[in-house]
């Protein structure tokens, strides 16, 4: 039992704090040491509200751009862990839109779909294909198509 230097209570020594030095306890309670801390933390709310308030305003943007990430990440995870879930549910829903997607970039020309053709024979592991790569394949597509057309 040990008695707090503040209200004068006896305690058992697991009632107060650590020393940073990790091995002698404080001198007074927890109780006390939390309303010591509500007390400061009140009496300084403004000078702290402004530094926050100085701290976003000085980066702003960069605060915004951070929770944002944030926020797009949790969408992510959150949505791909849905997306699963339903394609386990629905594989041949899942499987005709599959099916449609492939058609219209296939119909568009898409990055996707001829980096795939770019990329497909070899089975390369190739994810970075040049943007200019891809602009001459669809180019080539696009003349092989309209020559089909034309027969």
Known sequence: MKTCTVCGQSKPESDYRLHSDKKTVMGYCNDCHLAKRRAQHAAKREERNAQ????????????????AAARKMKYTEEGRAALVAWIAANPEKAAEAQRKKMKRGRERLSDYYVRRLLCHPERSTVREVPAVLIECKRLQLMIERECREKR
């Not at 308030?53 to 751009?65: L, M, P, Q, T």
């Open 52 to 67: 926050f308030r100085a701290r976003y305003a000085a980066n702003a943007n960069g605060v915004r751009d951070k929770h």
